[in-house]
């Protein structure tokens, strides 16, 4: 974790909600962890990295819970340990995440997450009872945090959010494309995220010796995970999403322009779990989700930015990502016409 690594200080809010009514409780544990008390009124202000995850063990210890009394039963203190370690044990991801939501469901009573594959896309659904809107919307957040962040780092791999849907309401912020991807709605009939199922067949590559490792350093890792604001994958991505498709640069030319051999570039990017090929998808996908949700460029012209030779192309390669058309998509956010395109055999770039 780097210095000027931070997040929002909305998280603060989550972490400390159990001590609602307790101004002074929460002024002192604020205090131990070096966060001005003053942020937590400023929910898109910025705190450090290393202060969020110092407050992270300090509020597990003060409430005697790792889940931050945001569920009625909550997680006693090595609860998280205990799951991890049964998680290893598994031979892939799919197994893994479902024996985690399994494990999760022993100790939360309001907030119980199911796992379903449907063809080529895999969906983690949040079910809540919750009484307390602000307990239910920390909740969800929280628990889909440590979903991913185990998934990911069971993998040994960066596994992209294809979607992300929250039932409730708040302001965006700037933290919200490095946790759930570009393609997030608040206010939405159900809290799920939805990513390519074929990462579910990804080996559990973790053992006992790196459990110890991830549990001395799971506040810092769950904070950063595997998208590092300042890592070479992130150079990567905001360089392609500052230049059209057609000025990306080749593999060779960008490590170039890093100063790297192409072979090192390639290993750096590995260590942080992912390829040159997947960020550029990656970031094909952002663009995508965003020029159809905000954007009132044609699907045409959409299609000529990223790169591909025909509109139906891009309109085979969006329902892979989404499973419904570009068209039903942007209709469905921006409540225009669906804009029709017949799809035709044409090859993808």
Known sequence: ???????????????????????????????????????????SARVPASAFAALWLIQIRELNDEFFKLDSHGMPPGSFALI????????????????????FGLFLRDFRGTLAVRGKRAVISLETHCADDDASRFGEETFLVLMISLMCWLGGRRI????????????????????WGPNLTFGAERT?????????????????????????????????RFRNQHGLASQVHQRLRGSHYSEWPTLQAFALEQHL?????????????????????????????????QGSASISDIAERLGFQEPSAFHRAFKKWTGESPGRYRARYQGVEEEVVTPQESPEP
């Open 1 to 43: 974790m780097r210095e000027k690594d931070s997040v929002a200080a909305y998280f603060v809010q989550a972490m400390i909600h159990g001590m609602s009514g307790q101004p002074q409780r929460v002024k002192a544990v604020l205090e131990q962890a070096g966060i001005d008390p003053a942020v937590i009124r400023q929910p």
């Open 84 to 103: 991890c370690r049964a998680l290893i044990q598994e031979p892939d991801l799919h197994k893994a995440m479902r024996q985690c939501l399994a494990n």
């Open 160 to 179: 992209p959010i294809d979607r992300a849907d929250f039932r409730h309401e708040r302001l965006s912020l700037s933290d919200d494309r490095l946790l």
């Open 192 to 224: 799920e995220i939805e990513f390519a199922s074929h990462y579910l067949r990804l080996p559990v590559v973790q053992d006992l010796a790196s459990l110890k490792v991830f549990l001395r350093t799971a506040p810092q890792w769950l904070v950063i």
């Open 261 to 293: 051999s192409p072979s090192t570039f390639r290993r750096k990017l590995e260590r942080e779990g992912c390829s040159y090929q997947e960020i550029k998808d990656e970031v094909r996908r952002g663009v995508a989700f965003e020029q159809l949700r």
